[in-house]
């Protein structure tokens, strides 16, 4: 048998407990509203109604304007590489394509499998006609 037990039944009337303060937190929130309430009263006989509704309006403006603009500049942050496009003419190859086009520092072997990667080709295989896409560092 259980000596102790927390079991309370639903129809014992739940004994009142007071906090301390309690009165002035009422209190103090009470003053609050009402001084709440002078300052927007005294805000709203200053200016018209109408003034609120077109302060309201603008500021949406501004806002919707912003987030337009924000949108617009914020794009990706990767750095976009620019391209360029040839295309290949007879007695042409990926080597003496690389030599005119690569930048000065860079080996030629690297250039060429940039071109290969940019143009999407798997081989060193070019013909007359063909177009290539050469990656500009």
Do not use: C
Request: aromatic letters at 8%.
């Amino acid at each position: 048998m259980l000596k102790y037990s927390t079991y309370r039944s639903i129809y014992d009337k739940a004994p009142v407990v007071e906090s301390i303060g309690h009165n002035d937190v009422a209190r103090n929130s009470a003053k609050v509203k009402e001084i709440t309430e002078r300052l927007l009263g005294g805000m709203i006989s200053l200016f018209p109604q109408d003034f609120f509704i077109k302060l309201i309006l603008i500021f949406v403006l501004v806002l919707s304007g912003l987030t337009v603009v924000g949108n617009v500049f914020a794009g990706s942050t990767t750095i976009m590489k620019e391209e360029k496009r040839i295309v290949v003419e007879r007695g042409d190859t990926l080597w003496s394509i690389a030599l005119k086009n690569k930048p000065a520092d860079m080996k030629t072997v690297v250039y060429i499998e940039g071109i290969k990667r940019s143009s999407g080709i798997k081989s060193s295989q070019i013909n007359a006609g063909d177009i290539l896409t050469l990656p500009i560092y």
